[in-house]
């Protein structure tokens, strides 16, 4: 996913693109703007919130851009080129409504990840906790990117998820650039989600926002603790050999939909499990 330091829609003014919803199955009370099919960033929020959650609890939601032949990036090689104004604005919302937004270590260097800035409208949306999510990022072998490692005005922490194999070397460099507390270590060859999120949840940060890449998306689908997916889909064909918004072995695992809304030709959906 990008990150760039837009406003929601990238314009000037900040002003949100015009969104009408097409399917809720659940009937949610979205406000009354949304009885003409029209959506308001009040009733945005309503359509995306995540569900009561109780101590210890977790709720983790994917978000991804892709172009209706399924690729997850432009010929640039970022989710960037092929992003809609739309998807910026339900991209900020994402980010506002998570506790932590949790990256594969290589996506935040390819999209020139930086530490995460709520913008208007979503900043009444964090009344009550931190004024910006905590970015997770996770990497095998310990490295923090370095645009994550830069300390950044009016935005929020840097946690990194590794394993043992990054070595007591590394994970002590992570820990001297980040501090002590915001390296979090599960698994031995290889990071264990389920347990990194379970260590998350301990720390308050139960509303999981993952980014990407196709890697984690995948490992993070095979651990079964994906329940949500956020898909906008680009009204755009690019052809080529790109990457889908999975990536390694195969795996299965099966959602419904909650909510469609189209914007411009663009699609944004919730399919979560069943």
Avoid at 9 to 38: E, H, I, Q
Avoid at 193 to 202: E, F, I, S
Avoid at 250 to 260: G, Q
């Amino acid at each position: 996913r990008h990150s760039r330091d837009l406003q929601p829609t990238g314009r000037l003014d900040g002003k949100m693109v015009d969104m009408r919803l097409l399917l809720s199955p659940d009937d949610p009370d979205l406000g009354p703007s949304a009885r003409g099919g029209a959506m308001d960033p009040e009733a945005l929020a309503l359509a995306y919130a995540y569900p009561e959650l109780s101590g210890g609890q977790t709720w983790t939601r994917a978000n991804f851009v892709s172009t209706l032949d399924g690729a997850a990036a432009g010929d640039d090689g970022r989710s960037g080129s092929i992003n809609t104004g739309a998807d910026r604005d339900i991209f900020g919302l994402l980010r506002a409504l998570a506790d932590v937004i949790l990256i594969g270590a290589g996506t935040a260097r390819i999209e020139g990840y930086r530490r995460a800035t709520v913008r208007a409208p979503w900043l009444e949306l964090r009344e009550g906790r931190s004024a910006h999510p905590t970015m997770a990022v996770v990497s095998r072998s310990g490295d923090v990117p370095p645009l994550l490692s830069e300390a950044r005005e009016d935005s929020g922490d840097v946690v990194l998820v590794t394993c043992e194999r990054a070595g007591e070397e590394g994970i002590d460099m992570a820990r001297e650039t980040l501090g002590e507390n915001q390296v979090i270590v599960e698994g031995r060859q290889s990071v264990d989600l389920a347990a990194a999120l379970d260590a998350l949840a301990l720390r308050g940060m139960g509303r999981v926002l993952c980014e990407g890449g196709p890697h984690l998306m995948r490992d993070l689908t095979a651990s079964g603790r994906l329940d949500e997916l956020c898909l906008t889909l680009a009204p755009t064909l690019v052809g080529g050999d790109h990457t889908r918004i999975t990536a390694g072995g195969p795996v299965t695992a099966d959602f419904v939909p909650r909510l469609l809304i189209e914007s411009q030709g663009t699609i944004l959906g919730r399919w979560v499990r069943p």
